[in-house]
């Protein structure tokens, strides 16, 4: 989280809506005698859905609201009526924005590569009482619960979809640069951290060469571990295919050149090693000011030996400036496309206290089975796939359900009725 009402970074909790409860009810109609059971399914649950919006820039919204509840499906009705489903809550994020689990840090999406995505799923609704009619049951006086929604606590990251990414030390004029090559208004002053959160500018060069800079907050020794504004910011350098360092060669600040350099490179590999890879282009700036050519000269040599272009410019003269956003356009095109990140995260059972006990009930050789942890474990369960519907198997015989089954004298093909599932018990 940053300053000056930049917001990056935010936690909130997200849970999908309750299914609907199923419904009891028993056809009515003149001239039609015992017209049976019609009670109708409960409806699903809302889920919790992501969408880009492409005109959001920072996390503010999120700062005061942290709590997301998606609406609940309405129960099923008589005449077979199935319950209206909850409306999908959608929540919108800036593109770029990295959404982890807070548990464990793990990536379960970037909308940096799509549009939408179901963070959270609503609850599938019950069964009305129209499912349980048999020949020897043919009125059933009940219905099931719906299951309950998912629910999340996650973290919302920001990083910035820029081409290029400025850094450097506060007052080398990174801002300056970025109002000189776009139409970005930054604030410029001639102090220390001016810049408090990220800015953006297109450059524009010619009709089929453009790009998006990005103006970092000046970072300084220490940053990676928190000191000054750049450990808030760094995290937008993530997706930056390349840098430009710019480096104040005028000796305005009385440091030097070189140092600078350095020290600004070692917070970039102390925050990410990859970074300390990344393509770099190194900008010696306020030449026009410079009392002579000796610090330039020496940062030059000093750059160049790494391997590394150098350029010389005064963004405040305007000089040099065009040269450089050519070549980094240039080299752009060499470079593979902004890094969207794979997710990361691993669906993990649920942790559920299976030592309650489970209301059971016998009809026509039928067994229903009932009970607060068991609506919980079936919301977490993906019946399409095999694992998780052996970790659901292996739950219910670690609860003792199948124990107790077998001792009330359950026998094989009997079935069990479990919600809206149903299947056939074998030892």
Not at 26 to 39: L, Q
Request: contains cysteine; glycine residues 12%.
């Amino acid at each position: 989280m940053a300053a000056n009402g930049f917001i990056d970074k935010a936690r909130i909790t997200v849970r999908a809506g309750d299914g609907g409860g199923g419904a009891v009810a028993f056809h009515r109609e003149k001239y039609v005698a015992a017209g049976g059971p019609d009670g109708g399914d409960g409806g699903k649950g809302g889920n919790i859905v992501l969408v880009v919006d492409g005109h959001m820039s920072t996390l503010m919204d999120f700062r005061y609201k942290r709590k997301y509840v998606a609406p609940n499906g309405e129960p099923g009705q008589g005449n077979r009526k199935s319950g209206k489903d909850g409306t999908d809550l959608t929540i919108r994020v800036p593109r770029g924005t990295l959404v982890r689990d807070t548990a464990t840090g793990e990536i379960i999406c970037d909308m940096a590569g799509q549009d939408i995505f179901v963070l959270c799923k609503g609850g599938r609704g019950g069964w009305g009482n129209q499912h349980f009619a048999t020949p020897t049951r043919q009125v059933p006086h009940f219905a099931k619960a719906g299951l309950p929604g998912q629910e999340r606590d996650v973290t919302l990251e920001l990083k910035l979809l820029a081409d290029v990414g400025l850094v450097g030390f506060p007052n080398v004029g990174k801002s300056t640069l970025l109002s000189v090559v776009t139409r970005a208004n930054p604030k410029i002053a001639n102090y220390h951290f001016t810049t408090l959160s990220p800015n953006l500018g297109v450059v524009a060069l010619d009709e089929n060469t453009s790009f998006v800079l990005a103006d970092i907050p000046g970072i300084i020794e220490g940053a990676a571990e928190g000191a000054g504004l750049g450990h808030d910011f760094l995290r937008h350098i993530d997706r930056c295919r390349l840098l430009i360092h710019v480096v104040d060669v005028s000796g305005s600040e009385g440091r030097d050149p070189v140092e600078d350099f350095e020290a600004i490179n070692a917070e970039l590999k102390e925050y990410s090693p990859e970074l300390s890879t990344r393509p770099m282009l190194v900008a010696g700036n306020k030449v026009d000011i410079a009392p002579d050519r000796t610090a330039l000269e020496a940062l030059k040599a000093h750059v160049e030996a790494k391997g590394l272009s150098f350029f010389e410019m005064s963004a405040a003269a305007h000089q040099g400036t065009r040269e450089l956003m050519w070549e980094a356009a240039k080299r752009l095109r060499e470079l593979p496309p902004i890094t969207v990140y794979e997710p990361t995260y691993v669906e993990r059972p649920p942790e559920v206290d299976t030592s309650e006990e489970l209301e059971i009930t016998v009809e026509d050789g039928e067994w229903f089975i009932d009970g607060p942890w068991l609506r919980q474990l079936m919301a977490n369960v993906n019946f399409s796939d095999y694992e998780s519907r052996s970790w659901f198997e292996r739950k219910l015989r670690e609860s003792g359900l199948y124990d107790r089954l077998e001792d009330m004298g359950i026998q094989d093909g009997d079935g069990i009725c479990l919600y809206n599932l149903e299947f056939e018990y074998r030892k």
